[in-house]
């Protein structure tokens, strides 16, 4: 079989679309245009980038690829990791003709958003697995989703730079604390 065939049961895959213009948008961030974080209608994400990149404005649109199987065949899809945002940098007059922007959020800290979008974009181009988790801080309450704990609930501790549950005996006014995986967290639906 060549590389153009495909075997009955496989699905052609696309290449992912531009995640990142140009090549070069984390190389000397110092003098650059401010980051701008776009929050766009649903499932726009990709269609302000595509608009971005004709526009020539630079952007970032963090990407997961998803494969699941159906019927015996296999289906891969690159999705935005923070669905409805899109970074970028430059005139914000040409991001907004493409009319899919709901809003612009201020960006207060560039350094501090500069260095986290190179950062996830060096994950991204190592070919790491990205999972989208929620965010989860000191003092947020969470239920174990898995391993021998799965259903127990605590709070998040940030000691050391390490996560850890903390359990508390409230009659005892006593607690306990135990360092978890991230994944085995979830935020706890707060009563409303």
Request: aromatic share 6%; charged share 25%.
């Amino acid at each position: 079989m060549t590389s153009t065939e495909l075997a009955p049961n496989e699905v052609p895959i696309l290449e992912p679309e531009a995640a990142l213009y140009p090549p070069t948008l984390f190389e000397g961030q110092e003098g650059a245009s401010p980051w701008r974080v776009a929050r766009v209608r649903s499932r726009q994400e990709k269609v302000l980038a595509r608009h971005l990149l004709g526009s020539g404005v630079g952007f970032y649109l963090p990407l997961e690829r998803r494969e699941v199987r159906r019927g015996g065949r296999r289906f891969v899809s690159h999705l935005p990791l923070f669905p409805g945002y899109v970074f970028f940098r430059g005139e914000k007059a040409a991001a907004l003709r493409s009319q899919v922007i709901v809003s612009l959020l201020e960006v207060h800290d560039q350094r501090l958003l500069g260095r986290e979008l190179a950062e996830l974009w060096a994950l991204q181009k190592a070919g790491l697995p990205l999972v989208a988790l929620p965010w989860l801080g000191p003092g947020d309450a969470v239920r174990i989703v898995d391993g021998p704990l799965q259903g127990c609930t605590g709070t998040v501790l940030r000691e050391k730079g390490r996560l850890r549950l903390v359990v508390s005996v409230t009659f005892l006014r006593q607690s306990v604390a135990a360092e978890l995986p991230r994944e085995a967290l979830a935020p706890l639906a707060k009563a409303g």
